[in-house]
């Protein structure tokens, strides 16, 4: 019914549009083809040509199916739904025949991955599979405006050449990768179009309202999230490539204005050491076949500067982790409908075009070097399992015994990468450190997937190159807050226990009956904050203890939670009823409670257990602000912990009565929109008791601005001596803290570190060439790497944590000062602090024992300053109990001790 239905629809569409069927489609595709007449071009179901509006994406959904209806060269499968509830769609695109014969074509393909049969393959009779995604960036719309135009021609055009293009290559198309970030900009460039075009970059029309339509719903950039699947657009994405396992994937971007066009490779230092030689010279091999397109068209490109292949995150560079080839595509915006720019207008049909000519030179590359690029992927996986056998780690063991939520959620995002996970046979002792084997994970190096999970756990600190597009280091344990061993001998010795072919959440329950005299459950558990807000939500009175106190033999530690059943409204019936729920539902054990008089201890009603208050919390969220640190916190909040956080525009401090609320978070960002009495108005809120927490710049806007007394060290240092190359097989690295669990492979050439700065007064720096300016001053920046720092476990902000060490990532040259109070900094860096990425020694000198977090007692109240961002990405779980500590606990801390009476 779907099928006629679709039909009856491209019939109609095709029989209103016939009269415009092609008006401009000849300035996009090549005509020298002639065209299905059955199949609906873009303007007969949009009623405009493609490039005169911005596609939204309902419009782009509808004909999307329209030709999938009308072409028996197309299906389309929904892999998933946005947070707002906008369908992503993949279109498969290949001949009738093959589509008949889809269900072998995919197995063969696995098999190709499969070390042990790829050999019994003759590639020369397999189709490549090509995915072509357009669009992660909702603002960027040249690539989903031309995933129309794409679609149309490889339905629509008729001839010995498509014929044989569809006989050899499934083309998978993604069209919107971002649909909600789509939606956004769509609409606000739609609703401030002139009839009359205007290309002033001033004008409204070019210059979205904050937060803009790049990011998803939570303002997440999902380029980033291929690694870490925090999201529903990459987790039911990343099913799809590996239900196809494709030869090339394409990514359409676009850059700034006054760019031109660039396709990869990018910069030959700066690609992950992971990634093959041959990676790069397919990529440069397909790169031929981009230039003479664009060349056709007489567009300006570049190749091999700027842009990396390095962080295996993003969508370019997640294939060649794969055994495919990834390729990134930037076309100078115009953001709008047209914009002026250093060479003359760039139009929005313009662009489009670029992005077609390259879309069609990929196909054409694809023709050309189908053999090689399926060659390419069995070779991969088949030198991948010579290097599994031949190096020294045979597995990875990770795990939480106080705290099997955080592992859990590790090794669920690890099994959605295609990586075998096993439990561990019987207990491990590893490095001082028991792993019980059902808590535990073992993730063994013999497997296809061998370099995506070297990837996912070394700590690497030797790079060729000191300059990243992105981040240069998310070891996953470290990010996840996760005690981690290599192991060296043969897991199939007895390590191995039990394959888990999905993982279970962690089973909670409640210990003891309906006749407690109070429950209590440890802090430790990742999911503990939503119990406690569950509670605290309900109107129990919930206390939290400042110190440890025992259960009979159990010790309840610092942070652990208290449900005194007797100071309850709540029937006891009904309270053990909602304990149960919430230790289902967290993962946690409850324990009941039969006396107050623990055996060691606090005693029950100890005025150290505090009193708990639902917090009320403000996200400062508009101009000025991050959007994606405020966007993480936002998530983190709502989407995990099932709390209200109201989102509010800083500008509007002035107006609103703050004392609806107990906790403000300033996230990483200038704030220019306070105004001196809103300034004043926040003061006095903080000295009535509140919680002010500040995250990056935004802690030292508040100390720039007179708020808070927490000092910065100085600015960015300045290189003393020229980058000079280093000399063969030599690396450029810095002392990490401890081994790394992976011996990186030697690096070639490449840049050296900057020396230190000089001093005020000292000789003048020496001359060195112009051309290499930026390259020197982006050698200084931090992209993004982790470090190690310290933990006070008795403080309220360590409340949860059973070991000191703690690993933050850091992407600024941000620097706290120590405080004068021996308690206003209770996490601070080591004097070795980097643990794995790219730090220059400068940076790193100033890192080194510096405060990570400091408390300002303002009143009764206090400003909480956690320099790093707790929520990176939404992946980094083992650092999210800071910012969560200090919002429930915030009313317990202080950097002094409180005056009496206070």
């Known amino acids: 019914m779907r099928k006629f239905y679709g039909l009856l629809l491209a019939l109609l569409v095709a029989l209103a549009g016939r009269a415009q069927t092609s008006s401009n489609l000849a300035y996009y595709l090549p005509q020298t083809v002639t065209y299905n007449p059955a199949i609906p071009t873009p303007a007969a179901v949009l009623g405009y040509e493609v490039g005169e509006w911005h596609v939204s994406h309902d419009q782009l959904v509808t004909y999307m199916r329209a030709v999938d209806a009308a072409s028996d060269r197309v299906t389309i499968t929904e892999y998933a739904r946005t947070h707002e509830h906008r369908p992503l769609l993949l279109l498969t695109i290949t001949s009738p025949d093959n589509q008949r014969n889809i269900t072998q074509i995919k197995a063969d393909h696995h098999r190709l991955t499969d070390p042990a049969a790829s050999g019994q393959l003759d590639v020369s009779r397999m189709p490549a599979v090509f995915w072509m995604g357009y669009s992660v960036h909702g603002n960027e719309p040249s690539g989903t405006n031309a995933s129309l135009l794409a679609v149309y021609y490889l339905a629509a055009a008729q001839g010995p050449a498509i014929d044989e293009v569809l006989r050899n290559t499934v083309v998978l198309v993604d069209p919107s990768i971002n649909p909600d970030g789509l939606a956004r900009h769509s609409g606000w460039v739609n609703a401030r179009r002139s009839k009359n075009l205007v290309a002033d970059p001033a004008n409204l029309e070019q210059n979205e309202a904050w937060p803009g339509g790049r990011f998803n719903h939570y303002w997440f950039d999902l380029n980033r999230d291929w690694l870490p699947l925090q999201h529903p657009e990459s987790r039911g994405r990343l099913r799809q490539f590996h239900d196809w396992k494709p030869n090339l994937l394409t990514d359409h971007h676009e850059m700034g204005t006054n760019s031109t066009f660039f396709f990869q490779p990018g910069v030959p230092s700066r690609k992950h050491p992971l990634t093959p030689a041959r990676n790069f010279e397919l990529t440069q091999k397909i790169g031929a076949y981009h230039a003479r397109a664009l060349d056709k068209l007489g567009s300006l490109y570049f190749t091999e500067e700027n842009y990396d292949d390095f962080y295996y995150g993003k969508g370019s560079t997640y294939p060649d982790v794969n055994g495919a080839v990834g390729i990134l595509f930037e076309q100078a915006s115009s953001r709008g409908h047209a914009q002026e720019s250093v060479n003359g207008i760039v139009r929005f049909p313009f662009t489009i075009r670029n992005q077609v000519a390259t879309t069609l030179s990929s196909i054409e590359a694809v023709q050309a070097l189908r053999v090689d690029l399926l060659n390419y992927q069995r070779e991969f996986y088949q030198q991948a399992a010579r290097e599994a056998r031949g190096q020294g780690v045979r597995a990875y063991v990770f795990g939480a015994d106080q705290d099997p939520a955080r592992a859990y959620e590790l090794a669920r995002v690890i099994r959605q990468h295609q990586i075998a996970v096993y439990r561990p046979k019987s207990a491990l002792k590893l490095n001082g450190t028991t792993y019980a ?289 280093l000399a063969p097989g030599a690396t450029s690295t810095v002392p990490a803290v401890g081994p790394a669990p992976v011996s990186p492979a030697p690096a070639p050439p490449g840049r050296a570190r900057p020396a230190p700065a000089t001093v005020a007064g000292a000789n003048p720096l020496p001359q060195r060439p112009y051309v290499g300016m930026r390259n020197t001053a982006s050698a200084q920046e931090i992209s993004g790497a982790i470090f190690h720092a310290r933990l006070d476990l008795t403080h309220p902000l360590g409340y949860g944590y059973t070991s000191p060490d703690v690993f933050l990532f850091r992407d600024h040259t941000v620097f706290m000062e120590r405080a004068a109070s021996p308690y206003a900094n209770p996490l601070m860096y080591t004097a070795r602090p980097l643990a794995s990425g790219f730090i220059s020694r400068a940076n790193e000198a100033k890192l080194r024992n510096s405060a990570a977090v400091d408390i300002v007692d303002v009143g009764a109240g206090r400003i909480i300053s956690l320099v790093d961002n707790p929520n990176f990405r939404a992946f980094w779980y083992g650092t999210n109990k800071l910012f969560l500590n200090s919002i429930f606990f915030g009313q317990l801390m202080r950097a002094s001790p409180a005056p009496a009476g206070e």
Not at 559 to 574: C, E, R
């Open 437 to 725: 084997p059902d808590q535990a994970y073992v993730v063994p190096t013999d497997q296809p997937q061998f370099r995506l999970i070297q990837a996912m756990f070394e700590e690497r600190t030797t790079f060729q190159d000191s300059i990243f597009y992105d981040i240069s280091a998310w070891t996953l344990p470290r990010a996840f807050g996760l005690a981690t061993a290599a192991v060296t001998k043969d897991p199939a010795g007895g390590l191995l226990g039990p394959r888990l072919d999905s993982v279970s959440f962690p089973t909670g329950r409640v210990l003891g009956d309906k006749t407690a005299y109070a429950y209590a459950f440890s802090w430790q558990g990742y999911y503990a904050p939503r119990a406690l807000n569950t509670l605290l939500a309900r109107k129990l009175v919930v206390k939290v203890a400042s110190e440890p106190f025992f259960i009979g033999a159990r010790k309840m530690d610092y942070g652990s939670i208290l449900v005194p059943v007797g100071l309850q409204t709540m029937p006891a019936d009904s309270l053990y009823a909602l304990m149960q729920r919430v230790a289902t539902a967290n993962g946690l054990d409850v324990v009941g409670i039969t006396t107050g008089l623990s055996a060691q201890g606090l005693k029950l009603g100890s005025v150290n257990f505090v009193t708990l208050k639902k917090p009320e919390i403000m996200l400062l969220a508009g101009p000025g602000v991050s959007p994606t640190d405020v966007g993480e916190a936002w998530h983190l909040l709502d989407e995990r912990f099932g709390m209200t956080p109201s989102l509010v525009a800083p500008e509007t401090l002035d107006r609103l009565n703050l004392d609806r609320y107990t906790v403000i978070v300033a996230s990483d960002g200038t704030y220019a929109s306070i105004s001196a009495s809103a300034r004043e108005k926040l003061r006095t809120w903080v000295q009535r008791g509140n919680t002010l927490l500040a995250l990056g710049k935004g802690a030292k806007w508040l100390a720039d601005n007179g708020l808070s007394t927490t000092r910065f060290k100085a600015g960015g240092p300045v290189p003393a001596a020229p980058e000079t190359a």
